[in-house]
């Protein structure tokens, strides 16, 4: 089973749906103070249904993606000023396993028309296998979403589980400290490049 959460990450969690998801993202991120952090590690995911600019790059129409994603990412600009007014550390630490996966071509092309309206993104090389790795989200040291992607091999969110276990919360930001350590950083603009490699 590809990326599935540990017993310990779910220890005193609670089970959420994905609209619990999204309901217990806002109140979470209402109480954030100092940083957010999500982490990414599925190779493939299946974005919701009439999601444009995925239906376009997998038609093989690279261009129309572009723009499609460039206007999907200027929906979040309030998201982005916000961040940018409360001075919060938000960063999305993205896990590859080289060579990119089609999901991942166009998800790169998603994050070059991103980091130029100045969100953070991290590429690592994990030091391990990434299929032990799972997504979560951290507020402060206060939350943590962990999600459940199904058991494989395309993500495709099911829901998810909330925790406010202090022991859960610091060995998920022990996660990161650790792939920033000992991962390997894969350049931005190297991972942009890979995108239409084969």
């Not at 130029?116 to 990434?130: K, N």
Request: proline share 7%; hydrophobic share 35%; with cysteine.
């Amino acid at each position: 089973m590809m990326h599935q959460p540990p017993a310990w990450a779910l220890e005193r969690s609670e089970r959420v749906t994905p609209d619990g998801f999204l309901e217990s993202f806002r109140e979470a991120w209402e109480r954030t103070e100092r940083r957010f952090l999500k982490l990414e590690c599925w190779q493939s995911y299946r974005e919701a249904e009439g999601v444009r600019s995925q239906e376009a790059f997998e038609a093989g129409d690279i261009e129309r993606a572009r723009r499609l994603l460039e206007e999907e990412a200027m929906g979040d600009q309030p998201l982005r000023d916000e961040v940018k007014a409360r001075g919060l550390e938000f960063t999305r630490v993205r896990l590859l396993d080289l060579p990119l996966t089609g999901y991942l071509r166009y998800e790169m092309i998603n994050y070059e028309v991103r980091d130029r309206l100045g969100e953070r993104m991290e590429f690592i090389a994990p030091p391990s296998p990434v299929e032990g790795y799972f997504d979560f989200l951290l507020f402060d040291s206060h939350t943590a979403l962990i999600h459940d992607y199904g058991p494989g091999p395309v993500g495709h969110q099911t829901g998810g589980w909330l925790t406010h276990h202090p022991a859960t919360l610091h060995a998920l930001s022990d996660t990161i400290a650790d792939l920033r350590t000992r991962g390997e950083p894969v350049p931005a603009l190297e991972t942009y490049a890979a995108t239409f490699r084969t």
